[in-house]
């Protein structure tokens, strides 16, 4: 399997934005999911290729946004007005699938190393 490659991540102040990207190819759902020191590793947004179905996480409705580019094969999370409690290694997930899948762990089988994203206040 094809292991995605996430990129983008950096350090930003509290109502900035950054922009990740994963390469990937093979899979028609993708998800990105965080994990912040000490806490559990959480979904955040995830798509399905073939109509742009995507779920997101309460936490970040109407801040970000997860989209795919098919020619290239590469997912982005599109995050504006980053908060300090958005501080995490964010991971690309990956896994086969029919049709949009939800952000529970166990769903996911395929990850990247991860990228890390800070906000300072």
């Known amino acids: 399997q094809v292991q995605p490659e996430e990129s983008g991540g950096g350090s930003v102040q509290a109502g900035g934005s950054l922009r990740l990207s994963c390469a990937v190819s093979?899979?028609?759902?993708m998800a990105w999911f965080r994990q912040a020191p000490g806490k559990e590793r959480e979904g955040v947004a995830s798509?399905?290729?073939?109509?742009?179905?995507?779920r997101y996480a309460d936490s970040v409705k109407g801040r970000f946004t997860i989209s795919r580019d098919i020619t290239t094969n590469t997912v982005y999370l599109q995050m504006n007005n980053l908060k300090p409690e958005d501080t995490a290694m964010y991971y690309c997930?990956?896994?086969?699938?029919?049709?949009?899948?939800?952000?529970?762990?166990?769903?996911?089988?395929?990850w990247g190393q991860g990228t890390q994203v800070t906000v300072s206040s």
């Open positions: 997930a990956a896994r086969l699938c029919w049709g949009i899948s939800g952000l529970r762990l166990s769903q996911w089988n395929v």
């Open positions: 798509i399905f290729r073939d109509d742009d179905t995507t």
């Open positions: 093979e899979y028609k759902c």
